[in-house]
């Protein structure tokens, strides 16, 4: 169930290693590349409770969220097939934003597919698994550049535009994504609602613009406290790895390559740097997704990913002390370890704590907490860049670790709630309870 997962983190994986680098070879200013990035929080807040709320209330031939992964899947792969192609910056940034929404509307339902299947005690595993397909994916996606240049000795004679490598792991990633998630659309089974004439009757109440208008602002209200004590957790958590999507490539190719323009040979050798690291962070989350359950039974969940923060957090901090590029490596250890975390464990933290049924909706909500501070972050960072850190990219990746150092303290905060797996059966089967989507 959790195989698509590969290849939506394939696209993201590409799509964090290059972007910013895309949008440098078409003339964007590192002070610009914020605003340039507005689409990734903007349209999953938009996106996500709309999509978490019809994937709620959806059932047919595929099922209730399986029709969503192989929706985003398509438009997905077509995005990532057109973007190194696009000539002109205004050009990438619309095809972002059609990647973001696709990717967007792939991954929502899929945490909620997860626990729809999955009885209370295997979803801490089940997420965990999740962690692992994304980490493997991103390794593949973020080293795949590399690779293609230093062992099977791809070149290209062009310097001022988006290197062919890049191209081929843009076209590999289309392949991915689009082939997983049909994979798991055609090989994973929902298990259909008991009382079908009850779930229609649902389904007239929550659907249509109004309708789920008015579901998106109830849930609002009447979110769970373990939810908004998380909301302050993935703010901060997200934001550090927001300046690391951001910033962290061209800040390798620019601060500790010394590359001095896009069309430089070292600038290259910077991003592809960039994309073994970005590997080897993935890395470490995938082998860390292992060992997060024993982590969280020997202590809790909690204080598993306050830990996990803080190792993230040192780890990008110190960045700012690495002596030469190899050494980067070994931050990436801290960061892969908080990577892994915060792809499990909040969600893991607050599926007990969610009504029955209405899983996909508030997921979608606490999405919302995620993409706030980001969209905030894009449209003051450039400012913060050209007036207070002199456009040091470096600088932007370290304030990055310190928001993962404000958000571990403040995990310690959550009250955890035990999963009730008692639901309706009027509506879902009797293993079928909270759903949990990004």
């Not at 914020?34 to 996106?47: F, N, Q, S, Y």
């Not at 249509?208 to 979110?223: C, D, K, L, P, S």
């Not at 975390?341 to 999405?367: E, Q, T, V």
């Not at 928001?403 to 293993?431: G, K, M």
Request: glycine share 10%; hydrophobic share 50%; charged share 10%.
């Amino acid at each position: 169930m959790n195989i698509g997962f590969f290849g939506i983190q394939f696209g993201w994986g590409l799509q964090m290693a290059n972007t910013s680098a895309i949008f440098e070879h078409l003339g964007a200013n590192a002070d610009q590349i914020p605003i340039l990035w507005l689409a990734a929080p903007l349209t999953g807040l938009i996106v996500q409770p709309i999509i978490g709320n019809l994937s709620d209330n959806t059932w047919g031939l595929l099922g209730r969220r399986r029709p969503y992964f192989l929706i985003g899947a398509i438009f997905g792969s077509l995005a990532l097939l057109w973007m190194p192609n696009a000539g002109s910056l205004w050009m990438a940034v619309s095809l972002l934003w059609i990647l973001d929404t696709a990717a967007n509307i792939s991954m929502e339902p899929f945490r909620a597919f997860v626990s729809d299947l999955l009885p209370p005690k295997q979803r801490t595993k089940g997420f965990a698994m999740q962690s692992l397909f994304i980490g493997l994916g991103a390794v593949l996606a973020s080293a795949m550049p590399w690779v293609l240049s230093n062992i099977f000795g791809v070149h290209d004679s062009v310097t001022d535009g988006v290197p062919l490598v890049v191209k081929i792991s843009f076209y590999t990633g289309a392949a991915f994504f689009l082939g997983t998630v049909v994979w798991t659309v055609f090989t994973t089974e929902e298990r259909p609602p008991r009382d079908m004439e009850a779930f229609r009757e649902q389904q007239e109440r929550r659907l249509g613009v109004g309708a789920t208008a008015r579901e998106i602002m109830t849930a609002f209200q009447q979110m769970p406290t373990t939810m908004r004590q998380l909301a302050w957790v993935q703010a901060f958590s997200w934001l550090g790895m927001y300046c690391v999507f951001l910033y962290f490539p061209p800040a390798v190719a620019h601060n500790l390559f010394g590359a001095g323009n896009e069309s430089s040979p070292l600038y290259s050798q910077g991003i592809e740097w960039a994309g073994i690291c970005i590997a080897a962070y993935n890395a470490v989350c995938f082998g860390i997704s292992f060992l997060l359950p024993r982590l969280a039974a020997a202590t809790s969940r909690p204080i598993a990913h306050a830990l996990c923060l803080t190792c993230g957090g040192l780890g990008l901090i110190s960045l700012w002390f690495v002596p030469s590029p190899g050494w980067v490596l070994l931050p990436m250890v801290g960061l892969g370890v908080a990577w892994s975390s915060i792809l499990s464990l909040p969600y893991a933290m607050l599926a007990g704590a969610l009504p029955a049924r209405k899983g996909g909706i508030y997921m979608g909500i606490f999405n919302m907490f995620i993409v706030l501070p980001e969209i905030i972050i894009s449209l003051g960072l450039g400012w913060i860049m050209a007036n207070l850190l002199d456009n040091d990219r470096l600088l932007a990746v370290v304030l990055g670790g310190v928001c993962f150092l404000i958000a571990a303290p403040l995990t310690l905060r959550v009250e955890e709630v035990t999963a009730q797996p008692t639901v309706s059966a009027a509506l879902q089967p009797s293993l079928e309870s909270e759903a949990v989507s990004k």
